[in-house]
């Protein structure tokens, strides 16, 4: 069974900086994508296999999502916080498969437990 491992949270002020990290208990290249989420609802950034990611339009520029394979982690490095960036924020693994029994492509998502972000004004 995969494991995400999230830490890093923390409280800050306003325009501080935190860097969240998503630890894998086994090799990130089996993911088609790892990704932030804000209540496991609300995409906040992610990372394709490829390379490429994509962020919420309210992080650009904020935000930074980068991959260390040697260590099977992703993080999330967190600058000029704001108050409104407060949530938990969860690790999310993305991996496809075939789904033999439906004859379709399907995929499964494994999730951290999350980690804590406070951001005071």
């Known amino acids: 069974q995969v494991q995400l491992v999230e830490s890093g949270g923390g409280s800050v002020q306003a325009g501080g900086s935190l860097r969240l990290s998503c630890a894998a208990s086994?090799?990130?290249?089996?993911?088609?994508?790892i990704g932030w989420y804000r209540q496991k609802r609300e995409l906040v950034a992610l990372i394709n296999a490829d390379?490429?990611?994509k962020y919420k339009e309210s992080v650009k520029g904020r935000f930074t999502i980068s991959r260390d394979n040697a260590k099977n982690t992703v993080h999330l490095q967190m600058n000029s916080l704001k108050p409104e960036d407060t949530d938990v924020y969860y690790c999310?693994?993305?991996?496809?498969?075939?789904?033999?029994?439906?004859?379709?492509?399907?995929?499964?998502?494994?999730w951290g437990e999350g980690t804590s972000v406070t951001v005071s004004s």
């Open positions: 999310n693994a993305e991996e496809s498969f075939y789904n033999q029994a439906l004859e379709v492509d399907d995929h499964t998502d494994y």
């Open positions: 086994e090799s990130i290249f089996r993911f088609d994508a």
């Open positions: 390379g490429t990611t």
